[in-house]
């Protein structure tokens, strides 16, 4: 597609329930990135994929946090047993390649309530 | 480690004036350093880059130059409008190794009035 697509836009979750966020990437974009953004907070990154490459999976906050990627396609951003701390706008970004002379396309996110 | 520290907002200016974010990183080596800006109920876009210490980078008539000297990459533009409202971020990239991912600041939200 023209951009890059999350969804839902919106995700309103019961505490200890898990949810599972979307994000279709630009074609042809071999990079992708999960970043979250808390209330008041920066960009914090999550998770990183290349290709068929071992993710980067250091920014993840606990094992509770999961995510996958069939090869350059679509990404799922699994959090299990949510908790209140977990509400963020969860963001994906995708670029050709991974680097600072690539530019970086980010979709609208996704916002995560948890109550 | 790698950081990235802006001026916390919110910044409340008039049409036409001048406006300055100022941002500082804290990075090993040689980043490439961002403004990205996320207006209301869309996604962030890049604004503008610089790759290399001195290097300007330029888009919609917002400046910011890379200073090695003072770790810093000032936003600036020199007469605002009303559309520019908008949360601005800074981000530096390291690239190499496994550090090749965007660390952001916490944004400064602008506010332009008519």
């Known amino acids: ?115 | 480690g790698n950081s990235v520290t802006q001026m916390e907002g919110p910044v409340t200016l008039s049409e036409e004036a001048f406006l300055t974010i100022n941002c500082t990183y804290t990075a090993t080596g040689y980043p490439s350093l961002f403004w990205y800006v996320q207006y209301p109920g869309e996604g962030l876009q890049l604004l503008l880059k610089a790759t290399k210490a001195d290097d300007k980078g330029s888009n919609k008539g917002f400046e910011a130059t890379y200073r090695k000297e003072t770790t810093s990459f000032h936003l600036e533009k020199g007469s605002v409008q009303v559309s520019d409202s908008a949360v601005y971020f800074c981000a530096l990239m390291n690239y190499g190794g496994s550090q090749g991912n965007l660390i952001f600041g916490k944004g400064t939200k602008l506010s332009v009035k008519p």
């Open chain 1, 1 to 115: 597609g023209a951009g890059v697509s999350q969804s839902p836009s919106n995700k309103v979750t019961e505490k200890g329930k898990d949810v599972e966020l979307r994000c279709d990437p630009i074609s042809g974009h071999t990079a992708l990135y999960w970043y979250r953004q808390r209330l008041g907070q920066g960009l914090e990154f999550l998770i990183y994929f290349q290709g068929n490459s071992a993710p980067d999976k250091s920014g993840l906050p606990s094992d509770r946090f999961s995510a996958e990627r069939t090869g350059e396609s679509v990404s799922t951003l699994t959090i299990q047993r949510t908790q209140q701390e977990d509400s963020a706008v969860y963001l994906c970004a995708s670029s050709l390649e991974r680097g600072p002379y690539y530019g970086y396309t980010f979709g609208s996110g996704t916002r995560l309530t948890v109550v």
